[in-house]
Each structure stands twice: as C-alpha cells, then as structure tokens.
C-alpha cells in the first residue's frame, strides 16, 4: 500500500465513523465457480448471534461534498483534510485486506462530489468490479446516494447484498433547517424504487430460477437524533411509517455528536446521551418483534421515553390493570409484553408448559429475568409480591435492584433488555 493510499485510508475511515448503519447483512450469497468469500449471517462490526466477532472495511469514497449540512463533519464549510479514492484503489483495498483476513466484506459510503448520479456511479462500479472481475463473495452494503438514477439504483441492487439511503433527519422541518439544500423526496425516491424492485425480483424467481438476486439483504435507513428538538414520539413514528412503507430491515439511530458551532443547531454542550439511542433500540425491537404498536409506546401523554427503565416495563406499569397473566394460561402475545421476559423465554415458556404447570423455579431456568416478572405474572407457586403494589413503588423495587440508574454507571454496556 502506498504511502498516499495510507493517508486516504486514514482519512476516508475516520470520517465514516459517524455511520452507524452497517450491522448484519442477512445476505447468503454463495460461493460459485472457485470464486473469493462466502456471505453468511451476521456480518457486521460486532459480535454474530453465534459469537463470531466480524468486521467490514468501511470507508468514504470521498468526504468531499457539495452540501453544507449543519451536522455533518464533511459539509463542504468545515475546514477539514479532503481526500478521495479512486474506483479501483477501493477495489484493490477491499481484495487485499480480505486476503490477509482482515474483513469478510465492504461497507462503502460517500460524500456527493458533483452530483448524486456522479457520485453513485462510481460506488456501483465499485461492486461491479469486485463481483465481476474478482469474483468476491462477500458482503457489499452500499450506501445510496439520494437523487440517483433508478437505472443506477437497480445496477446497484444487482451487486450489493444490503442498499441503505439515510433519511437524516426524523422531520422534513428539521431536514430543512439543517439541510436545506437536501430534499426529503430525494430520499423517499430511491427507497421506494428498491422496495418495490425487490418484490419484483422475489416474484419473478418463483417463475425462473435464473432471475439475478437484487439486494438479498434488503435495505435500511439512519437518522440522526438529537440535532434538533424532535421527541422520541416524533422519531419512532417515523420509524414506524418506514418500516411499513418501505419494508425496511433496520432504522438506526445515531445520537448527535457535536462537531461544529452552526447556529442552526440546538444549544447542545455534550453529545446524545447513549442510553436515549439504547432507549430507542428497545423500543424499535417491540414493534418488530413483539407486537406492540407504536402508539400503546409514545404518544401525547407520553412523548418521552423513560432514561431509567425500559420501554416495555415503562408500558407495563402504565397499564398495571392488564396484570397479573397466569403463565400457564396466556397467550404467547401476552407473554411477550411481560417485563422481564425476552423473545426466547416466551417461546420456550409455551413450549415447556404443554408437560407440566410451570413454577419459580422452572421459569428462572428457562432465562426468565424473576425480579422483574414477578410483578406482572403468577405461575404455579407461591406468589413472590403483594398485587397492591402501585406503579411507583414497583418502579423503586426494580431500580434498587438493579442500580441508582440504569446502568449509569457503565454506560458501554447498555441491552436491548
């Protein structure tokens, strides 16, 4: 590598830091015909369901851009050390730090230099030449440039496992404030163009087994919070609006980290504090994989998501009249919005009950979080607490169990629950 290439490398890496839309693919793209790498599940910068700590090489194409938004490091106003790549430097990166084991794929993003067309272009010429000349693999996820082409879109789609197009901003007022330059219709475009496409290409593979894959990982979006004064209730909602309008695999939600003094931006002194983005996580899991709906969440009484507790616990005693379920009885619907109680427990809860009535004992074995249940649930033993326990003081009980604050002080090692 040479000495120049080193230097954008440290720069164009630096500088992507702030994205943080690059966790599992989902892809399983296979290996043909004696080509390099294998997607599997669970590619990202963490650690895989099964253990597997993974990586990508992820970089800007360029951090140079001709948008001047407020809360963005590469705005074309702050001074800043520009640097570009060109298409087969990024080529030749991703190959040789793949040889060497040092990444199982790619995630690539970009500043916009000239125009979104331009700019994307070369990003899908990127993939093309990885999959085409290389036959690499592994897993690309190429971050969309708003405004591009839908001939350029669907080129994209056919090489990258994963699109995402940040929508930026959760308002279009706040988008106009910090980005006037950006079009919220920009974004919506191109989001659309792939969902649809990709029920397109699914449709069309039940007919002919040779139809090209087109973004098997689907696509995602990132928001920046805390930038503007948007509540938590006008994020999820947008989130929400996302998820069933564009069938989208994941919303992030990237706290604000303050990198200039425009005064645009809100009287910010520190960055978004991580447990607002953990809260948000949370949330987000309960309505995708349990049921709730946004508005039994965050509504107007309620715009604010709980710091202390999380969000299920935070409904939960807010609607203490639903409770006590008999575990032995309920549905697996209810079960789930039992605090204490993850996805898997629930599951195994239905399961292990069709052979015996379940007690203390059983669920703590099962992985049940008991200091927490206990409040809400009444299996086949002696009931642990008084059911006349009010909100508060059930609230007191759990905090004192688990800390002053919710983990305040070890905020690296904040859970979804």
Partial sequence: ?????????????????????????????????????????????????DGRCVSLLKILFTNVCIYDCAYCVTRKSNDIQRAAFTVQEVVDLTMNFYRRNYIEGLFLSSGIFKNADYTMERLVQVAKKLRTEH??????????????????????GLYADRLSINIE??????????????????????????KNEIILHKEEKKIFKKTPIF??????????????KETDKDIMYTASSLYKGFNL??????????????????????????VRENRLYQTDW??????????ELLNDANPHLDLDIDP???????????????????????????????????????GARKFQQLNWEHLKKI???????????????????????????????????????????????????
């Fill in 249 to 274: 695999k994941r919303v992030y939600y990237s706290g604000y980290v303050p990198i200039s003094n425009d005064t645009r931006l809100p009287g910010l002194g520190t960055a978004v504090p991580m």
């Fill in 312 to 350: 299920k616990l935070s409904w939960a005693l807010r609607n203490l009249n639903q409770f006590p379920i008999d575990i032995n009885k309920a549905d697996l619907q209810l079960i789930l919005r039992v605090p204490g109680i993850g996805l898997k427990s629930a599951q195994k809860i239905v």
């Fill in 215 to 228: 973004t098997p990982a689907g696509q995602s979006t990132q928001m920046i919070i805390g930038a503007t």
């Fill in 286 to 295: 309960l309505m995708r994989f349990y049921g709730f709906n946004i508005q």
């Fill in 367 to 417: 992985g049940v979080a008991i200091n927490r249940a206990k409040y809400f649930i009444s299996c086949n033993s002696r009931q642990h607490e008084r059911r006349d326990l009010t909100e508060m003081k059930i609230k007191q009980f759990i905090l004192a169990g688990s800390g002053s604050k919710y983990l305040k002080n070890n905020p690296q090692q904040l859970v979804l629950f």
């Fill in 169 to 194: 901003m959760p308002t279009e007022n706040g988008l106009k404030l910090l980005a006037p330059d950006k079009n919220r219709k920009d974004m919506i475009q191109p989001m659309n163009y792939i």
């Fill in 1 to 49: 590598m040479s000495d120049r290439v080193r230097e954008k490398l440290q720069i164009l890496a630096d500088a992507a830091k702030y994205d943080v839309s690059c966790s599992s693919s989902g892809s399983n793209r296979k290996n043909h015909n004696k080509g390099l790498g294998d997607t599997g599940s669970g590619i990202c910068h963490t650690f895989t369901e």
């Fill in 135 to 156: 036959k690499f693999n592994g897993y690309i996820h190429l971050k969309s440039i708003p405004g591009a082409s839908d001939e350029l879109m669907h080129e994209a």
